[in-house]
């Protein structure tokens, strides 16, 4: 099997941590060679930044109705190679401990609402608070910061107390480790190196908050949820996969399946606390469907 045939393969039956993160480097693998042939073929520096502004989210409220489409394409664009690594080794980190805590049909919707608000906190406070005001320049804003937030404040909303060991420091609960990320992009607003990228993390982190803690507060949403029936009939109409394919699929791997394992367990203990207090004609159909089958199962 060659690289290209084992990449397509990775890519297709992969999770959608590994799909994030190949989206993230084949963008920026495609925008380098772009510039590169832009710099061969005479173009000057400020031609080439243009071309990767125009897939940036600008601070400019004009400009950004034009370019409507980039508070998503933004999250996908890196600058350069550190830009890149650092954010896929934090995107891989945290989404690891994601679907391990929460699953992987949430990873999606929680990058890219993350995304979105940090797009949405630079450009409010590039444009209404007096501070940061851009005073008709244009800053722009890329990659994948504010959705890795997101994923981070996300699960340790959800999961606060669980625990991660960390090279040199040891055992360290997750809400330690998104509380000093938080302080970090607090102090370092005012240094002016990077403002708009770490005020975009704060608009993750919140986005983050929110979803842990409708998680906490709900349970985790099942396949009811509109966002995930959403893109299951996307993928439906524009992937669909002969019986023959279907049986290549990658079976579980013993991580992935106790991870399946536990949270299924988590969710029917939800339920049966959910019978308890309120009885059982309060349950959902899904809810009421999931008990079903772990009758079946026990």
Same mark, same amino acid.
């Given at each position: 099997?060659?690289?290209?045939?084992?990449?397509?393969?990775?890519?297709?039956?992969?999770?959608? %941590?590994?799909?994030?993160?190949?989206?993230?480097?084949?963008? !920026? @693998?495609? *925008?380098? +060679? $772009?510039?590169? /042939?832009?710099?061969?073929?005479?173009?000057?520096?400020?031609?080439?930044?243009?071309?990767?502004?125009?897939?940036?989210?600008?601070?400019?409220?004009?400009?950004?109705?034009?370019?409507?489409?980039?508070?998503?394409?933004?999250?996908?664009?890196?600058?350069?190679?550190?830009?890149?690594?650092?954010?896929?080794?934090?995107?891989?980190?945290?989404?690891?401990?994601?679907?391990?805590?929460?699953?992987?049909?949430?990873?999606?919707?929680?990058? %890219?609402?993350?995304?979105?608000?940090?797009?949405?906190?630079? !450009? @409010?406070? *590039?444009? +209404? $608070?007096?501070? /940061?005001?851009?005073?008709?320049?244009?800053?722009?804003?890329?990659?994948?910061?504010?959705?890795?937030?997101?994923?981070?404040?996300?699960?340790?909303?959800?999961?606060?107390?669980?625990?991660?060991?960390?090279?040199?420091?040891?055992?360290?609960?997750?809400?330690?480790?998104?509380?000093?990320?938080?302080?970090?992009?607090?102090?370092?607003?005012?240094?002016?190196?990077?403002?708009?990228?770490?005020?975009?993390?704060?608009?993750?982190?919140?986005?983050?908050?929110?979803?842990?803690?409708?998680?906490?507060?709900?349970?985790?949403?099942?396949?009811?949820?509109? /966002?995930?029936?959403?893109?299951?009939?996307?993928?439906?109409?524009?992937?669909?996969?002969?019986?023959?394919?279907?049986?290549?699929?990658?079976?579980?791997?013993?991580?992935?399946?106790?991870?399946?394992?536990?949270?299924?367990?988590?969710?029917?203990?939800?339920?049966?606390?959910?019978?308890?207090?309120?009885?059982?004609?309060?349950?959902?159909?899904?809810?009421?469907?999931?008990?079903?089958?772990?009758?079946?199962?026990?």
């Amino acid at each position: 099997m060659t690289i290209s045939s084992e990449i397509r393969e990775s890519f297709r039956y992969g999770s959608m %941590l590994t799909r994030l993160i190949y989206i993230n480097i084949g963008v !920026f @693998l495609i *925008f380098r +060679f $772009i510039q590169l /042939f832009m710099l061969l073929f005479g173009f000057q520096p400020d031609e080439i930044m243009k071309w990767l502004a125009f897939f940036s989210v600008p601070a400019n409220f004009l400009q950004l109705i034009k370019r409507f489409w980039t508070p998503i394409s933004y999250m996908f664009l890196h600058f350069d190679f550190l830009h890149l690594l650092f954010n896929i080794l934090y995107l891989y980190w945290f989404g690891k401990i994601f679907m391990h805590l929460v699953g992987e049909k949430q990873l999606l919707k929680t990058y %890219l609402l993350g995304g979105l608000a940090g797009a949405l906190a630079y !450009f @409010l406070a *590039f444009n +209404f $608070i007096p501070a /940061f005001y851009s005073g008709g320049s244009s800053p722009i804003l890329m990659g994948a910061s504010a959705s890795v937030m997101a994923v981070l404040f996300s699960v340790a909303r959800f999961q606060p107390d669980y625990t991660v060991n960390l090279l040199f420091i040891g055992p360290v609960r997750l809400k330690y480790i998104a509380l000093t990320a938080l302080i970090i992009d607090l102090i370092s607003i005012p240094t002016l190196s990077n403002t708009g990228g770490h005020l975009a993390h704060i608009g993750g982190a919140l986005a983050g908050l929110y979803l842990g803690w409708q998680w906490s507060k709900n349970g985790l949403p099942g396949a009811s949820d509109p /966002f995930i029936l959403f893109f299951e009939n996307l993928k439906g109409q524009f992937g669909k996969k002969s019986k023959m394919s279907v049986a290549h699929k990658r079976p579980l791997s013993d991580y992935e399946y106790n991870a399946l394992k536990l949270r299924r367990q988590k969710e029917l203990d939800r339920i049966l606390e959910k019978i308890k207090s309120s009885g059982y004609e309060s349950l959902s159909s899904e809810e009421k469907r999931t008990l079903f089958d772990a009758s079946k199962e026990g």
